[in-house]
């Protein structure tokens, strides 16, 4: 007896299951042994195609070794959508759950059938599948007699928690030992048959038209196949990649480009995001009676920066014409939505368009890997029916991929006498957090914005609040206050293209409501631990600030130079809870000793590959508040380098603790993005608890504590 | 062209080319080797990492003519899934990256380090990791399965 139903069926299947029922197109099983698992979200350096094949293994009862996940493609994967917003282990681990469920009780009936033995007395042991008296069959030999061309339903019944062998444990990522022992994955390293190599010439000024093209320099390259051009869309198609470079340096050299468009001063950019035409929304709202009587009103303006993604890796893109059909390999985050604006692009049916996912670097969100697919179609046009492989330079993945928003925040709070909150309202202005694409009627691609028939810019939008929210992610307070209005501020324009990295809006509002909270906690002179626990009814909340206070001495005692802060969120509202106390030394510059983070990801399926999770988003959101921020001058983007934008670097990164509150019975959530905006204001508010010294614009650097300084005395 | 040998991996390699190519070009083009990766092509980031004689050097910025003669070491020659190097089975262990494309620099700067300093403190691979970025940030994990590497091959 294997089944044991303690969990109640759930009434409705899992939303990525609803979208794509057919079980086969989510798991197969072939005669010689093994199952194919499909998923449609991708491996982004994140595990999860390791998390999933746990979840299948387990479900489906055989060793993991058995599983070969398959990489997701427009022809054969689930739609999926897009992987992103720390999500895949939600959507794409419950389908898989609940469908592996499922085809193990199909198989199971299957296998009663056969050896007339009673559903109940079977067990599965590593695909096998026995019973009394010894008789036994197995998945693969039941394969080709069990259709799986049919509709998942909602009855079927995962295992519990108690019953999983395998989800829950930290098991050792699938594709790190290709990684170390170098073993082709990336794309980059991927050559087909026939390849060539095309590069394409961007200007470093925002927009410019390409006014002269001569080619006479390039024509001289040997091995140069075409030089293409389209409009201000220009490329190079080469036998080599040296070739394609030298084609592409001589190409530069004679281009003549008109003025960029302007770009908005770096140094004003606040005041900047305010006076934009922008598209207003309430985005929620609390009223209540008010009792007590306001005393005083305080007011606060936090900020970002724009922000690179910066992967180590410029994006690549292959791609192969056959007459009318196109085969396009990317590291795309969405196959379907790549495909689909491809196709607006291109004005063509998408069924000729193939696209399929392969390996690229970390991305962090939507930077340029769509980008640079549609430049490899375009230039691929070019090559005789051979497949075309295009990597961008470091300088374009910087300067001409998408950034993550700058924002401006505004939180005002109404007092009463004894400092306690009467009323909230938070004020978002910011471009919009995505401009992904296949999600419009028109391409959100760079190249189409370059050909001699342009597409309009796509102006970045914001999912719905009900989604997860964009600029406004996080800006609705966990904490109970009596009432608030929070309020978002679109931005119309978009003179700097701007697009998803990692957490949305969550980055800024997490660090302008923790800030806040922490100088509200300090104009009280109560500890900023009780004041937040005092405002939280959510009692997995509490649970995670209580334990990482408690990890960290709060509050050991100050020293000269030496401060801690706390920061505090739960990722969207509706995702994992991290509460993290930031240690901090300095005093003209900061440095970030150490990171104490508590986590709860419900059911964490790999708790290994979650603590990697936080502690990378940990680091890069280090990384963010103490170097970042995306420099231009009134037509370029000037930091286009790891120099002009520089990371931070091993000689300084914080230690960094994990603890995760296992909650094996609950939904499991992602953990990708939950640590950067209580990372963030916990730094800050160190910041502010050594030098007593409030940054309210970040990054925090030695030039923005000089600056807050000032505003201070 | 003229022809330029060097010893890569262990083994003779001669080849005609640029003298004036980067060796990156050289190793991931006529070479087919795709371990050292491209990542800036300005020294900048450590993707392309490869060892020149005890030395850890970016292939990106290191012209073919002056390895002539010289040892030259990438990932492919520092161990393999079959005979892996105390390195790769510390990363393995220590679970040492996330999406693993800066990686393969990142062994040969710390393989460098091993063959000079076989008893590094943390400080001492932060240091010789620190022209290395790593943007996942896996940076401690990383310096852990370093330390554990070198501890393993103190213990031979």
């Known amino acids: ?713 | 062209m003229p022809r330029i040998r060097f010893r890569l991996n262990g083994v003779e390699t001669d080849i005609d080319a640029d003298p004036d190519s980067s060796l990156l070009a050289i190793l991931r083009g006529p070479l087919r080797m795709t371990g050292p990766h491209f990542g800036c092509g300005a020294n900048e980031c450590g993707a392309c990492n490869v060892i020149v004689g005890d030395h850890a050097v970016a292939a990106c910025d290191t012209p073919l003519w002056s390895v002539a003669d010289k040892d030259v070491t990438t990932i492919e020659g520092l161990g393999s899934a079959q005979n892996p190097h105390p390195l790769q089975r510390a990363f393995i262990a220590e679970q040492a990256l996330q999406c693993g494309y800066c990686v393969s620099g990142i062994l040969m700067s710390a393989a460098a380090l091993l063959m000079r300093n076989p008893t590094p403190s943390s400080a001492d691979v932060k240091g010789a990791l620190d022209r290395n970025l790593c943007r996942c940030g896996s940076h401690n994990r990383m310096v852990r399965a370093v330390l554990r590497a070198a501890e393993e091959m103190a213990a031979r």
């Not at chain 1, 192969?320 to 604006?341: I, P």
């Not at chain 1, 929070?486 to 978009?494: A, Q």
């Not at chain 1, 914080?654 to 992602?670: A, K």
């Open chain 1, 1 to 713: 007896m294997t089944e044991i139903a303690s969990s109640p069926a759930p009434l409705k299947l899992p939303v990525s299951l609803a979208a794509n029922p057919r079980l086969s197109s989510w798991i197969r099983f072939s005669p010689e042994g093994q199952v194919m698992v499909s998923p449609g979200k991708v491996e982004i350096g994140q595990g999860i195609v390791t998390a999933l094949a746990q979840i299948a293994a387990d479900e489906l009862d055989v060793d993991i070794g058995r599983v070969q996940m398959v990489r997701a493609s427009t022809p054969a994967s689930p739609n999926e959508g897009v992987t992103s917003g720390s999500l895949s282990v939600q959507q794409s681990g419950r389908a898989i759950r609940h469908a592996s469920a499922e085809i193990r009780q199909i198989f199971l009936s299957a296998a009663s059938d056969r050896l007339g033995v009673g559903i109940d007395s079977l067990d599965i042991s590593d695909g096998t599948i026995s019973g009394p008296g010894n008789v036994r069959t197995s998945y693969w030999e039941l394969a080709g007699e069990v259709a799986l061309d049919r509709d998942a339903t909602p009855g079927a019944v995962p295992k519990t928690s108690a019953q999983r062998k395998l989800a829950g444990n930290s098991i050792q990522r699938l594709d790190i030992p290709d990684k170390v022992f170098a073993h082709p994955r990336f794309i980059h390293d991927s050559a087909l048959p026939g390849m060539l190599h095309g590069r394409v010439l961007r200007s470093e000024l925002s927009a410019a038209k390409l006014v002269l093209l001569p080619e006479d320099g390039a024509r001289a390259i040997a091995g140069l196949v075409a030089i293409v051009r389209d409009g201000n869309f220009a490329g190079v198609v080469s036998e080599t990649e040296d070739s394609a470079e030298a084609a592409l340096k001589a190409l530069r050299k004679g281009a003549a480009w008109s003025a960029g468009e302007m770009l908005p001063d770096e140094f004003q950019l606040a005041g900047w995001l305010k006076a934009q035409p922008a598209e207003p929304t309430v985005i929620d709202k609390k009223t209540a009676p008010q009792s007590r009587k306001k005393s005083r009103t305080i007011r606060r303006q936090y900020t970002r920066p724009y922000l690179a993604h910066g992967s180590i890796a410029p994006s690549c893109a292959m791609a192969q014409w056959t007459g009318d059909r196109v085969h396009v390999w990317t590291h795309s985050q969405g196959v379907y939505f790549l495909r689909a604006d491809l196709a607006l692009v291109l004005k063509m049916p998408i069924e000729n368009i193939t696209v399929e996912h392969m390996e690229g670097a970390g991305c962090y969100g939507h930077n340029a890997a769509d980008d640079v697919a549609l430049d490899a179609v375009l230039l691929a046009k070019a090559a005789g029916g051979r497949p075309v492989r295009v990597l961008w330079s470091r300088e374009d993945e910087m300067s001409h991929a998408p950034f993550g928003a700058a924002m401006a925040i505004e939180i005002e709070a109404d007092l009463d006498e004894q400092g306690e909150i009467l009323d909230w309202r938070h004020s978002i202005w910011s471009n919009g957090h995505t401009a992904r694409p296949g999600r419009a009627a028109q391409p959100a691609l760079l190249a189409a914005t370059e050909l001699a028939n342009p597409f309009p810019r796509y102006i970045s939008t914001n999912p719905l609040q009900a989604h997860g929210g964009g600029a406004d992610r996080n800006s609705i307070p966990l904490y109970d206050f009596p009432s608030w209005q929070i309020e978002c501020h679109r931005l119309l324009t978009m003179p700097i293209r701007t697009s998803a990295l990692r957490t949305l809006g969550a980055q800024g509002n997490v660090f302008a409501i923790e800030s806040f909270l922490d100088e509200l906690a300090a104009e009280r002179g109560e500890d900023p631990v009780d004041f937040r626990l005092r405002h939280l009814w959510d009692a997995r909340a509490k649970d995670v600030i209580r334990s990482v206070a408690k990890r960290a001495n709060w509050k050991p005692d100050r020293q000269t130079g030496r401060g801690y802060g706390l920061g505090f969120a739960r990722y969207k509202g509706t995702g994992a809870y991290c509460a993290v106390v930031a240690e901090v030394e300095g005093a003209e510059d900061i440095s970030v000793k150490r990171l104490t983070i508590s986590v709860d990801v419900g059911e964490a399926i790999n708790p290994d590959g979650v603590a990697n999770q936080i502690e990378g988003g940990a680091i890069q959101a280090t990384s963010w508040v103490l170097k970042e921020r995306v420099r231009f001058d009134n037509q370029r983007i000037t930091s286009n380098s790891w120099t002009s934008y520089p990371i931070l670097r091993f000689s300084a990164v914080p230690e960094v603790q994990v603890e995760l509150i296992l909650r094996p019975d609950s939904e499991p959530l992602g953990a990708g993005e939950a640590a950067h905006g209580p990372v963030t204001a916990a730094i800050a508010n160190a910041v502010f608890d050594a030098l007593g010294v409030r940054v309210r614009d970040l990054p925090i650097t030695r030039d923005s504590l000089i600056a807050a300084m000032e505003l201070t005395s």
